[in-house]
């Protein structure tokens, strides 16, 4: 996985990368226990995909990770740099504990699968990988609606999937496939051409069908951006609208993640700050027919 700019809100869809760390728009009082969940969420990340571990040193590493977790849900308070802070911000905030053990399996799986039949095991997944890390946020915030709940484990979930489409060459190298093994033969795509890189029509009409059902999920999870008020809805639509703006580069890459990954740059910040400070910018494309994931919906 890669980092970002911790400056700025992170808008790489991975395990740890949706937690906007140290982002101006993080109030001061949550900063301290944003930034230990973005700790334990990296360092347990980095001990499932970094180095030369084998499996089963990275699960056993995973494992001391999980006992940790139950010391804190047995009330006690680690007495380590990661863990310490991460009980402290648990019991103020109340956080679920499962999300920490859900976040967990998901590293765990990525030690030990790297095919997915189809999108139905994606999703378990997406379920696991990135999910709670939006229902953390909300809860941080002391947001509990259930609509809120579902709308953020969409989002997540298509970021996610961005990641994946992002990450396909990069997938490839660590000998990891995301993408749905089933759909793949459907489509006449093979492994081999991920590994020479090869965007042929199939892989375009391939990535054309990937790169819609993301965002039609990215969409569907949407309304949250309009809903959450204040600083975390703005950062919820900062968050939607970078989704939206690698999808669109994607795509007019016609689907090809070998030659350059799709990242955003300098140059995309200025309209993503701007629509989402002013999502009634995006009425008249609304009006046409279009929808901004800015004003709870996607364009397209």
Known sequence: MSSTDPSVP??????????????????????????????????????????????????????QYRSQIDAIAAGQTPDDPIFAPLAQAIRRHALPISAFYDLLDAFSQDCTKTRYADFGEVMQYCRRSANPVGRLMLALFDDHDPRHQAWSDGICSALQLINMLQDVALDWQKGRIYLPQDEMRRAGVTEQQIGTGEVDFLWQSFMRQQIGRARQMLYAGSPLGMALKGRIGLEMRLILLGGERILDKLEAAHGDCFKARPTLTLRDWPGIIRRALFPSLDKKARSRGGKSCGAGGCSH
């Open 10 to 63: 992170l808008l790489h869809p991975g395990h740890y990368e949706n937690f906007p760390v140290a982002s101006v728009l993080m109030p001061w009082r949550l900063r301290k226990s944003v930034q230990a969940l973005y700790a334990f969420a990296r360092s347990a990340d980095d001990l499932a995909d970094e180095g030369d571990a084998t499996p089963e040193m990275r699960l056993i590493a995973l494992a």
